[in-house]
């Protein structure tokens, strides 16, 4: 099994910035890409940012310009720099990573949640 955490969540002001952290753990044989989505509430979840293991990047109209989603030096870890963050920001970040590993000595493939961390944008 893969497991994903992330950190970073918080309460902020209209305007002001966070980074959020996930890092996966596990017998990771590669990550094809990692994802960051969220949900608001009353709302469906929505991809936010993605990139693939060859640092391809991709981010929703609404975030474009604002965040931007990087590896780690680590290779299992993804940040979500958000800036300029807005009211409508507000909502359950979550991690997702897709990619192999190894499970009883065989190679497996992985799709993997973390548990969310709360971002509030609020004044």
């Known amino acids: 099994q893969v497991q994903l955490v992330e950190s970073g969540g918080a309460l902020v002001q209209p305007g002001g910035s966070l980074r959020l952290s996930c890092a996966a753990s596990g017998s990771i044989v590669s990550i094809n890409a990692m994802e960051w989505y969220r949900r608001a509430p009353g709302k469906q979840r929505e991809l936010v940012a993605s990139?693939?293991?060859?640092?391809?990047?991709n981010y929703a109209d609404s975030v474009k310009g604002r965040f931007t989603i990087s590896r780690g030096n680590a290779e299992n870890t993804v940040y979500l720099q958000m800036n300029s963050l807005k009211p409508e920001d507000t909502a359950v970040y979550y991690c997702n990573a897709r990619g192999a590993y190894t499970y009883r000595g065989a190679r497996a493939y992985f799709d993997s949640w973390g548990q969310g961390t709360q971002v509030t944008v609020s004044s």
């Open positions: 990139i693939t293991s060859a640092v391809s990047t």
